[in-house]
């Protein structure tokens, strides 16, 4: 990265990610803000409200060249009164899957509602073949 951008260097720090939102509450605190972190997008809005962070837009010059690689609805939920205040550099989701067999083994039909997959898990805990501990 230094490379590619002579004259700037990076200085990368690591934090426990439960910790990181505190970090910065009190870097911003005594003023000494990184330059650039990596957050939550939950965090955004209450950064911004704090005034802790710069809008994006305006500060990079190819900043819509970077934003149009981006998915569109994830860099939407870093806008604030129509100014970005963060890069949506990935998104996740949570899914559940299941082992097919398991549950055509124990006839236990896949789960349509949390109360089901919580039966189906309970129905299914237990050792498995390898003789690992599975389920809750």
Known sequence: MEEENPGYKVNAVSHEWADLHDKILINASS???????????????????????????????DFNEVAAKLLPSAMSTGMIKGSYYALALN??????????????AAII????T???????????????????RCGA
């Open 91 to 104: 998104t996740n989701t949570k899914i559940l899957f299941y082992n097919a067999d398991a549950l055509a």
């Open 109 to 112: 039909e896949v789960p349509k």
């Open 114 to 132: 949390m109360d089901e997959m919580y039966a189906a898990i309970k129905a299914l805990s237990g050792t498995n073949a390898n003789g690992s």
């Open 31 to 61: 003023n000494t803000l990184p330059d650039v972190a990596r957050l939550d997008i939950a965090w955004v809005p209450e950064f911004q409200k704090m005034n802790i962070l710069v809008p994006l837009d305006p500060q990079m010059g």
